[in-house]
């Protein structure tokens, strides 16, 4: 059983969760993830670890309420426990000096480049970042972000914070830049919702600047065993969970990947209603 400490609401439906899990804590690199069960019958859900704690033996998990699973956990107070936090999972962010790095957080996504933000500052390059979200309401980590940033950019949709636009919108003024990026040097680390990390990899492709994105597709064991968050890169098959879960985002097929995910939105959408009523 892994006790959460704390829960602590970000954003609505957004919670940021401490949870005591000391092996976890101490093995944790930037770019692991950790799948959990809630509850001895639910299913088990991928979750990036934030940020780790080995002294205190405590993982970071940030949860967004969006199907029966993540509102169960946003209900859960500190004193609860999750049944079983495997992990970390996943290759590890391969962490370098490109130069200057523009980092992109897209909604909850930023609870995911936040810390690969963190340790490509640490590594000595020059980052960049960008949040973006609907409205005000919903940036999360702004201090966060800026603290491992030499400069930092929020777009929200409707204009409520920073500039009004996309996520993209920031990226192709930052890439107008003379001097800022190019194919041989810097990089683009880009991740959050399916159509902004597509989106992002269109503004980059033609530039020929490494682009990563990480990838959140359904996944089981996250072991390689069930085959279940297989993806297509370039020519190859690849599993998310042992393989990434970044990969180059211009060898990625979007749309069979997208359309896997929602393998399961009716049956989602009916344990949903199931919870709410
Ligand atoms: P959202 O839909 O509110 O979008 C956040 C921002 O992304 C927008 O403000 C915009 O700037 C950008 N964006 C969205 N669509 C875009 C597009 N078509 N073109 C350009 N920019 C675009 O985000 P949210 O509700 O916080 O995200 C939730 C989604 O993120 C869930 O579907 C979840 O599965 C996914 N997610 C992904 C990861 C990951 O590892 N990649 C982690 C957590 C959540
Ligand atoms: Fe089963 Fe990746 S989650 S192979």
Redesign the pocket.
């Known amino acids: 059983m892994y006790p959460i400490i704390s829960s602590q609401e970000l954003a609505p439906a957004?919670n940021k969760l401490i949870v005591k899990a000391p092996l976890i804590a101490r093995k944790r690199e930037p770019g692991n993830?950790v799948i959990l069960r809630a509850a001895l019958t639910g299913e088990r859900i991928?979750?990036?670890i934030v940020d780790s704690d080995p002294d205190k033996g405590t993982i970071t998990l940030?949860v967004?309420s969006?199907g029966k699973t993540t509102m169960l956990i946003n209900s859960m107070k500190a004193g609860d426990e999750l049944i079983d936090v495997a992990g970390p999972l996943g290759e590890p962010t391969p962490v370098e000096n490109h130069g200057t790095v523009v980092c992109i957080?897209?909604?909850?996504?930023?609870?995911?480049v936040y810390p690969i933000a963190k340790a490509l500052s640490e590594a000595g390059n020059d980052v960049i970042s960008?949040i973006?979200?609907?409205n005000a309401e919903?940036v999360i980590l702004e201090e966060e972000m800026k603290a491992v940033s030499r400069e930092l950019m929020i777009?929200?949709?409707d204009g409520s914070a920073g500039r009004k636009?996309?996520?993209?919108?920031?990226l192709k003024e930052i890439l107008e830049r003379p001097g800022t990026l190019s194919a041989g040097s810097g990089a683009v680390y880009a991740?959050?919702?399916?159509?902004?990390?597509?989106?992002?990899s269109d503004v980059t492709r033609d530039t020929g600047i490494r682009t990563w994105?990480?990838?959140?597709p359904i996944m089981m064991d996250g072991t390689g065993m069930c085959g279940a968050c297989r993806v297509t890169v370039g020519d190859q098959l690849k599993f998310a969970c042992v393989d990434g879960?970044e990969f180059d985002a211009h060898q990625i097929n979007f749309d069979e990947l997208i359309a896997r995910?929602r393998t399961y939105a009716d049956l989602e959408k009916k344990a949903l209603e199931t919870c709410k009523s």
């Open positions: 957004i993830f991928p979750l990036t940030i967004q969006i957080g897209g909604g909850v996504g930023t609870a995911v960008i973006g979200a609907r919903l777009t929200t949709d636009g996309f996520v993209t919108d920031a991740m959050g919702p399916m159509p902004m990390m597509r989106a992002v994105v990480s990838l959140n879960p995910n």
